[in-house]
């Protein structure tokens, strides 16, 4: 079973900078990618950055290209979101998550971490 840990939410100021982390536990995990989605609360899941495991290959929404950077530790089976000019508008829950092998969609979700922008 594959469990996933955040770490790092908290609050910050506009224009501030905020490391999210998330440690993957579990027997031969080996992804296909992972990624960070955020959630505010009436609104639907959404997307922020995925990593291919193998290669690193990395994809942003439009939303925070530019500012967020998602990156792995293969040996540590951890993944970053590094978030940077952050805006009121990246308050959200973050969750990472993981897609296995063969899977269409993410299996695996931690249980989210708060980020608060604001003064």
């Known amino acids: 079973q594959v469990q996933l840990e955040e770490s790092g939410g908290g609050l910050v100021q506009p224009g501030g900078s905020l490391r999210l982390s998330c440690a993957a536990s579990?027997?031969?995990?080996?992804?296909?990618?992972m990624g960070w989605f955020r959630q505010v609360p009436g609104k639907e899941r959404e997307m922020g950055a995925r990593i291919r495991w193998s290669n690193g290959e990395t994809f942003y929404a439009e939303s925070v290209r530019g500012r967020f950077t998602i990156s792995r530790e293969l040996r540590r089976n951890a993944v970053h979101l590094q978030m940077s000019s952050l805006k009121s508008e990246d308050t959200a829950v973050y969750y990472c998550?993981?897609?296995?092998?063969?899977?269409?969609?993410?299996?695996?979700w931690g249980q989210g971490t708060q980020v608060t922008v604001s003064s």
């Open positions: 579990g027997r031969a995990f080996r992804p296909v990618a």
């Open positions: 998550a993981a897609q296995r092998v063969g899977a269409t969609s993410y299996n695996y």
